[in-house]
């Protein structure tokens, strides 16, 4: 499956961002999909994720009750929506899938198969 993010930018801290993961290739309701970010200087980290029904969600600390993960299956796209942000969550984030239809949480990056380019967001304080 390739995956391509977009929705990056700049934005002023308290302020909303939504990204997109479009996905091709294999039936991507087969695939338990993730988010992940990387800060300069730091290793990349898990942010949220969702099973491939859409019916389970898993969200690391720092973003529960601020992010939201989400899917359309018929659009092929798994979607970050951020709101409150600040200036520690910028970061490149990236997109990624690994073929699941189980309801496991993975959260760690060596578990998944493919992964997208990236999108850089920031945030001003």
């Known amino acids: 499956v390739q995956l391509q993010a977009s929705g990056g930018g700049l934005v002023q801290a308290g302020g909303s961002l939504r990204l997109s993961c479009a996905a091709s290739?294999?039936?991507?309701?087969?695939?338990?999909m993730g988010w992940f970010r990387q800060a300069p200087g730091k290793e990349r980290e898990f942010v949220a994720a969702?099973?491939?029904?859409?019916?389970?969600?898993y969200y690391s600390d720092s973003v529960k009750g601020r992010f939201t993960i989400s899917r359309d299956n018929a659009k092929n796209t798994v979607y970050l929506q951020m709101t409150s942000l600040k200036p520690e969550d910028t970061a490149v984030y990236y997109c990624?899938?690994?073929?699941?239809?189980?309801?496991?949480?993975?959260?760690?990056?060596?578990?998944?198969?493919?992964w997208g380019q990236g999108t850089q967001v920031t945030v001003s304080s």
């Open positions: 969702i099973s491939s029904s859409g019916g389970r969600t």
């Open positions: 990624a899938a690994k073929y699941s239809y189980g309801t496991y949480p993975y959260t760690r990056e060596r578990e998944y198969d493919f």
């Open positions: 290739g294999r039936p991507f309701s087969s695939y338990f």
